[in-house]
């Protein structure tokens, strides 16, 4: 071997991607190969991409070569180490900051709330193109309608308020129930063992439980009776009136008149059980009177008792008492409150492929403490103490007697473009229509002028430029007040 063609054997800096190599023969050569070895995931690559935490072997190989075609052959073997220690950030939450409280307040005294849709966030993270978002929502309270329970919503039946002598406005003593001929008397009455409860359900019936004490007769305050009772889907005085066939009970002169805002239902079945002296008694309901001339009836004024929103209606009841057969007929009254607080709970996780996550949430109060008089319908006693309404149901309409403006349209209700708002009115007057924030300030005036008579008015309304949120249109003349809510969206 010609020792003049020895190669230098060294072939520095590898594994740093400079190659050098010299040699006293002449020049030298050198060619650099890599091969990467199996790669090791850290994370679940959920997305089928190289993403996230993993790590692999790469192996250099460099060749040295000089004039005399000696090589000398070096390899360096690098490990490679990616780290996904980042989690992802949201990008875009709604226009909401975490824990924040979005308050929903009742739009009507049946308790109808306009709850808005989760917000559909979105979210990007360092290393992962996609991230994946979690979501959970639970309803909180004791009259948080549970999706799948089929109860819409909840409202608390109560015996109906007395009015300031201490006296319904029929003279007697506030109650809840009569039964009539029953345990040796004329008739003995109950008022509420506290609250009842009534279940809105999605089908549109009515379910009424209520815990009720004798408050006359022989077994006052020890004598008790459990009531559930369910009524059909609601009617309309539309619907329900059918001149000579159907009308509404109205036994005092000087409640409102509002039979044509009131829900008109017919009972489908109930029981009624006795506690305490009345142990034993077991009966079963059905509508009176049979030839449902009278509905059960819903409404303001409706309870036959005063001027607040509350119910009343008849019954038949059969069955056994002290191991006999028994047949009575009874009247059944209630004060209702549907604006109940509860409340909604929406979590948002968003996660890489590492489990790196972050959280967002916030919550749906509904019907909270901040809700004000502008934010929904209420029952106050009146100036004189006459217990009228100061304002009332659907509409929110504030009342020197029965409102003569009617909103007929409001959709589409959630919008993010163009809503429509149609009304009437039942006299000449002149109006105005405004749009207002939640906290009452004016966003724009959208009408102001006279209005004529049973004219179906119609009016744009443009949210394309608005924050979403919930807002008010105030339909107000100089007696009366009807206040809508739109929701704008995204």
């Given at each position: ?31 650099v ?43 360096y ?5 990616v ?5 992802p ?11 924040d ?12 709330v ?19 978002i979690?979501f ?9 309608p ?6 819409v ?13 201490g006296?319904?406005?029929?003279g ?34 009515w ?11 022989g ?21 329900w ?29 109930g ?46 009841a ?9 047949f ?12 109940l ?15 790196n996550?972050?959280?967002?949430g ?27 309404p100061?304002?009332m ?7 020197t ?7 007929t349209?409001?959709?589409?209700n ?29 966003v ?10 049973n ?5 744009n309304?443009?949210a ?27």
């Amino acid at each position: 071997m010609d020792a003049s063609c020895y190669v230098d054997t060294t072939v520095a800096t590898i594994g740093g991607i400079t190659y050098d190599a010299s040699d006293i023969c002449g020049s030298v050569s050198v060619v650099v190969t890599s091969v990467d070895g199996d790669i090791s995931m850290t994370c679940a690559d959920t997305d089928e991409m190289l993403e996230g935490s993993y790590s692999f072997e790469r192996t250099f190989t460099a060749t040295a070569t000089d004039d005399c075609s000696r090589t000398t052959v070096e390899t360096y073997v690098q490990t490679i180490t990616v780290s996904d220690t980042i989690s992802p950030q949201f990008t875009n939450t709604c226009g909401l900051t975490n824990d924040d409280d979005v308050p929903v307040c009742c739009t009507d005294l049946s308790g109808t709330v306009l709850i808005p849709e989760a917000c559909d966030p979105s979210a990007d993270d360092n290393c992962d193109t996609e991230v994946n978002i979690a979501f959970t929502e639970v309803y909180v309270g004791d009259y948080a309608p549970q999706p799948g329970s089929g109860v819409v919503s909840y409202c608390e039946s109560s015996t109906p308020e007395a009015f300031e002598d201490g006296e319904a406005c029929n003279g007697l003593d506030s109650h809840s129930f009569s039964l009539f001929n029953f345990d040796g008397e004329l008739r003995v009455d109950f008022v509420s063992d506290g609250t009842g409860t009534v279940a809105q359900m999605e089908d549109g019936t009515w379910v009424l439980t209520q815990d009720l004490l004798a408050s006359t007769g022989g077994s006052i305050g020890s004598g008790g009776l459990s009531l559930s009772v369910t009524y059909g889907e609601a009617q309309s005085w539309e619907d329900w009136f059918v001149q000579g066939q159907t009308n509404y009970k109205r036994d005092c002169g000087d409640l409102i008149d509002d039979h044509e805002n009131w829900d008109y239902r017919i009972m489908s079945g109930g029981t009624l059980t006795g506690t305490g002296d009345y142990s034993g008694l077991s009966l079963s309901l059905s509508h009176a009177p049979a030839n449902e001339y009278y509905a059960f009836q819903v409404g303001v004024g409706a309870n036959n008792q005063n001027n607040n929103y509350g119910y009343s209606g008849w019954v038949m009841a059969s069955g056994t008492y002290n191991e006999e057969n028994v047949f009575f007929s009874g009247d059944l009254f209630g004060d209702l409150d549907c604006c109940l607080p509860w409340s909604i709970t929406r979590d948002y996780v968003a996660s890489d492929d590492c489990d790196n996550s972050t959280a967002f949430g916030y919550t749906i109060d509904v019907n909270a403490e901040s809700c004000t008089e502008d934010d929904g319908p209420f029952v106050s006693g009146g100036q004189d103490g006459s217990h009228g309404p100061s304002v009332m149901g659907g509409a929110g309409d504030v009342l020197t007697g029965k409102s003569p403006i009617r909103v007929t349209n409001l959709m589409p209700n959630p919008t993010n473009d163009l809503s429509m708002l149609g009304f009437t009115v039942t006299q000449n007057m002149r109006l105005r229509v405004d749009m207002f924030t939640m906290d009452g300030v004016l966003v724009s005036q959208l009408f102001d002028g006279v209005a004529s008579p049973n004219v179906n008015n119609t009016l744009n309304i443009e949210a394309s430029d608005l924050q979403s949120g919930m807002y008010q249109i105030r339909l107000s003349s100089s007696e009366y007040l009807v206040v809508k809510k739109l929701l704008v969206t995204d």
